[in-house]
């Protein structure tokens, strides 16, 4: 966390937390022989975190038209508000088909760089 700009680490670290609990909780099924494996990469302004887990999987959404933003489950529910949140805080939330590796992209300002004209 130390590479991203001080004014956004809050918000990533609770969207990062979400991630890794519903791998462990809903992917691993608090299964402590699994595991939990994070990747990080920068790409040009591009941070990109990919969480894989070893559980069984799920069907993730297949329309990427919706709006999953404007989704959010009845007080009553005790999940579903994970992924809302994810949606709230990364720029680009997707599955691999078999729904056990998150990527998750945070886009930041463009980065002003020198000028080569003489």
């Known amino acids: 966390m130390a590479e991203i700009p001080a004014k956004l680490q809050a918000e990533l670290r609770l969207g990062l937390q ?6 462990a909780k809903h992917g691993n099924n608090l299964d402590p022989s ?4 994070v990747r990080f ?4 302004n ?5 969480i894989s887990d070893q559980g069984s999987g799920f069907t993730p959404s297949s329309s990427n038209e ?15 508000r994970g992924l809302c949140l994810l949606h709230q805080i990364f720029d680009q939330v997707e599955w691999n088909r078999k729904g056990t590796e998150l990527r ?5 300002e463009t980065r002003r760089g020198l000028s080569l004209r003489r």
């Open 18 to 23: 979400e991630a890794l609990v519903n791998a």
């Open 34 to 37: 699994k595991t939990v494996v």
């Open 41 to 44: 990469s920068l790409i040009d």
């Open 46 to 50: 591009q941070y990109w975190w990919i």
């Open 66 to 80: 919706e709006e999953p933003t404007d989704y959010l489950p009845p007080d009553e529910s005790e999940n579903g």
């Open 104 to 108: 998750l992209c945070k886009q930041m």
